[in-house]
């Protein structure tokens, strides 16, 4: 089996369907963001899973690296679905819209990868 496909992506596997799907999203901010506004974010994004049942885990944290390679992405975020089903559920929901309307007015970047677990 390949491991990568003609473009150099990783090529989906059988396991793949099966795998859990996380949907890492990385956010960097507008200069003088202010700290309650940072708050409000996280704040907003830790909430949406008790209010998105597709949402299996949820987890986050801000750089801390001494490599200086974040290129300004400050904070980081994973969520996690059983499948690519929650996911797709995910994006157009009520709770998801509303959050995006939060956040994104203070972004200055977003960075998002979606990928099945592989151990």
Same mark, same amino acid.
């Given at each position: 089996?390949?491991?990568?496909?003609?473009?150099?992506?990783?090529?989906? /596997?059988?396991?793949?369907?099966?795998?859990?799907?996380?949907?890492?999203?990385?956010?960097?901010?507008?200069? %003088?963001?202010?700290?309650?506004?940072?708050?409000?974010?996280? /704040?907003?994004?830790?909430?949406?899973?008790?209010?998105? /049942?597709?949402?299996?885990?949820?987890?986050? %944290?801000?750089?801390?690296?001494?490599? *200086?390679?974040?290129?300004?992405?400050?904070?980081?975020?994973?969520?996690?679905?059983?499948?690519?089903?929650?996911?797709?559920?995910?994006?157009?929901?009520?709770?998801?819209?509303?959050?995006?309307?939060?956040?994104?007015?203070?972004? /200055?970047?977003?960075?998002?990868?979606?990928?099945?677990?592989? *151990?």
């Amino acid at each position: 089996m390949a491991l990568f496909n003609e473009a150099g992506v990783g090529a989906a /596997d059988e396991s793949s369907a099966t795998a859990p799907l996380r949907h890492v999203v990385f956010f960097k901010f507008k200069a %003088g963001t202010a700290p309650a506004d940072l708050k409000k974010v996280t /704040d907003a994004f830790a909430a949406l899973p008790s209010k998105i /049942d597709v949402i299996k885990d949820f987890e986050w %944290g801000t750089d801390v690296s001494v490599e *200086n390679l974040s290129k300004g992405f400050t904070h980081c975020f994973f969520v996690t679905f059983a499948d690519e089903k929650g996911r797709d559920a995910y994006l157009p929901h009520p709770a998801h819209k509303e959050f995006v309307e939060i956040v994104k007015p203070l972004l /200055d970047d977003v960075c998002v990868v979606d990928y099945h677990v592989r *151990n």
